[in-house]
Nanobody, 124 residues
């Protein structure tokens, strides 16, 4: 059994910042790759960022330089620091985990465990 609980979603203005958290428990431990995905109404869920078991981080092109993914191993908690937010970042953000990601970190089917999501709304 595994649980992923996202928090931190909010409504912010463009150019603002927000930090999302994802607390992992159960079988998802520090040996797992973890990532963030997002989905807007009417759109397919897309990968945002991931941090692999060796600490390697990957980002989608449209968030590179603005978002930072990190993990507190002691707390088994994943974070997503989002800066310079844009209206197009508005979406439900999901935390996901799998025992390994590698070059396929952006493929949602690779992830075994998912959280319920937290809403981020960015207004102009």
């Amino acid at each position: 059994q595994a649980q992923l609980m996202e928090t931190g979603g909010d409504s912010v203005q463009a150019q603002g910042s927000l930090t999302l958290s994802c607390a992992a428990s159960g079988r998802v431990d520090n040996s797992y790759c973890m990532g963030w995905f997002r989905q807007s109404p009417g759109k397919k869920r897309e990968a945002v960022a991931a941090i692999d078991t060796d600490g390697t981080t990957n980002y989608a092109d449209n968030v590179q330089g603005r978002f930072t993914i990190s993990k507190d191993k002691a707390k088994n908690t994943l974070y997503l620091q989002m800066n310079n937010l844009k209206p197009e970042d508005t979406a439900m953000y999901y935390c996901a985990a799998n025992f390994w990601c590698g070059s396929m970190w952006h493929e949602e089917l690779r992830y075994s465990y998912w959280g319920q999501g937290t809403q981020v709304t960015v207004s102009q």
